[in-house]
């Protein structure tokens, strides 16, 4: 499987997404990321965006991705994802572009995140919310840092 990251108009990621998947017959994820949120005192558990303008690609051939569809920016790199990008675009088409909770440790440690769906990326912990069950966990795709705040539920150290 080849996989490949565009860079598009933020608003448009989910129009784009579904143009390339129906038009072109690629598999087109817009990633998600279900989140706890705190009504009322009650934990509610909702979808949002994950990675804003960020759209990945899977082909089981190679391909120049390169399409005449407004709002795509750029495609990533000068080709298909490599090495620690492909094992992330990887976790993310195993889980179909929707990520849930994850098992995390303290705040500065360097993480294995446990759940089969995050495929055994690593980050560190730089905040935790222990009353809202959150976390945000840093690490790197694209040669950048990113974080995102994820729910968590069990406490386990990278060993």
Avoid at 67 to 77: E, K, S, T
């Amino acid at each position: 499987m080849y996989a490949y990251c565009l860079f598009c108009e933020t608003q448009h990621c989910d129009m784009i997404a579904a143009t390339i998947s129906n038009v072109y017959h690629y598999h087109c994820i817009s990633p998600k990321i279900i989140q706890r949120k705190w009504v009322k005192g009650k934990a509610i558990e909702q979808s949002h965006d994950w990675l804003p303008g960020y759209l990945f690609l899977y082909s089981q051939t190679p391909i120049h991705p390169r399409f005449p569809v407004d709002g795509i920016i750029r495609c990533l790199g000068n080709s298909e994802l490599k090495d620690r990008d492909l094992a992330f675009a990887e976790m993310l088409l195993s889980c179909n572009g929707t990520l849930g909770s994850i098992q995390v440790a303290e705040v500065g440690d360097r993480c294995k995140i446990s759940d089969p769906l995050w495929n055994n990326m690593e980050g560190t912990i730089i905040k935790l919310d222990r009353g809202r069950k959150r976390c945000c966990v840093e690490f790197e795709f694209d040669h950048q840092k990113r974080s995102v705040w994820v729910g968590y539920d069990l406490v386990n150290k990278k060993g």
